[in-house]
């Protein structure tokens, strides 16, 4: 890997909604992430990058851009369903991996996830809370991101988006514990479009709709609007601080979709922040 170089720092040009997807932004953008990740990895003289991959459009763009940063060879992929219904994805993730020529290792959570709950059931505790034992998956994962990048010293990419991170729509410690959250300022909207820019093939995407654990319903659909809709909101009531009646006239939708998607991120606030210590009088 050569030395990398730092992106001049600009505001990306925004559609009416207040996203960046026009062909402008994507390639702004495209020429913006590979940089940075090759940075990190010069800053922390490491030898490599272990992205996860679930069969979803984010983790299929982090994984391209990751080999466009630094290389096929310092990416390692690494797949880790635990249900059945995770197979489908998982075999997608798998396609991902062969089409970049990335090495990826499969790791089969579900004995490690019996055997935990096979643990807890000996303190008594409940072993069938859905919630629970989601965020227990996802838990694991994180740390079988992290087992494989400390053997290589290599770091973990994130693939949350912004929209998912405001909304608190990961499990606390699981996906969003990583090195670098390489989506942290883009939403579900943004990177579709950078997807389409990076020509990732329709069939991939076409099977990126339900990533592994996936739920049935969207965070979109349950307000009763469409993606583009619901990370507008979040655009201008977040990043802009615009009031919920702005926001509201801006977007196209009623008011109480704006109230309810801003009380949405505040009570998910602590996921995104460090845990609240006492203060000491030092």
Same mark, same amino acid.
């Given at each position: ?28 953008? #495209?020429?913006? %992430?590979?940089?940075?990740? &090759?940075?990190? *990895?010069?800053?922390?003289?490491? =030898? ?5 991959? $679930? ?14 940063? *630094?290389?096929?060879?310092?990416? +390692? ?7 059945? =219904? !995770? &197979?489908?994805?998982?075999? +997608? ?8 020529? *990335?090495?990826?290792?499969?790791? #089969? ?17 409940? +072993? $069938?809370?859905? /919630? ?6 996802e838990r694991f994962r ?5 087992? /494989? ?10 693939? /949350?988006?912004? +929209? ?20 942290? $300022?883009?939403?579900?909207? &943004?990177?579709?479009? %950078? ?17 592994? !654990? ?44 704006? &109230? ?5 991120c505040a009570r998910t ?5 460090t845990p609240p210590k ?5």
């Amino acid at each position: 890997m050569s030395k990398a170089t730092h992106p001049h720092t600009l505001k990306l040009p925004r559609e009416d909604n207040g996203l960046a997807t026009s062909k402008a932004a994507t390639r702004r953008i #495209q020429g913006i %992430l590979p940089v940075f990740l &090759e940075n990190k *990895i010069i800053e922390a003289e490491a =030898n490599g990058l272990v992205v996860p991959l $679930d069969g979803s459009v984010e983790s299929t763009v982090a994984a391209a851009l990751a080999v466009d940063g *630094i290389g096929a060879d310092y990416v +390692t992929g690494l797949v880790m369903p635990v249900q059945l =219904n !995770d &197979e489908a994805p998982a075999r +997608t993730a798998e396609t991902v991996a062969s089409l970049l020529d *990335i090495e990826c290792h499969r790791l #089969q959570l579900q004995p490690v996830l019996t055997a935990f709950q096979r643990v807890v059931g000996d303190t008594g505790e409940p +072993t $069938d809370d859905l /919630v629970a034992m989601q965020n227990a998956s996802e838990r694991f994962r994180m740390a079988c991101k992290y087992y /494989v990048a400390n053997t290589r010293n290599e770091l973990v990419v994130g693939t /949350v988006p912004r +929209t998912d991170r405001l909304l608190g729509s990961v499990a606390k410690y699981g996906e969003n514990g990583t090195d670098l959250s390489l989506f942290g $300022d883009l939403y579900r909207t &943004e990177i579709a479009a %950078l997807a389409d820019a990076l020509a990732v093939p329709s069939e991939i995407l076409d099977h990126s709709s339900q990533p592994l !654990d996936h739920t049935s319903a969207t965070d979109a659909a349950e307000l009763g609007i469409d993606q583009t809709e619901l990370d507008s909101i979040l655009h201008f009531a977040i990043d802009k601080d615009c009031s919920a009646p702005v926001v509201a006239d801006r977007v196209g939708v009623a008011q109480s979709v704006v &109230e309810r998607a801003i009380q949405w991120c505040a009570r998910t606030r602590h996921k995104r922040h460090t845990p609240p210590k006492p203060s000491m009088d030092h």
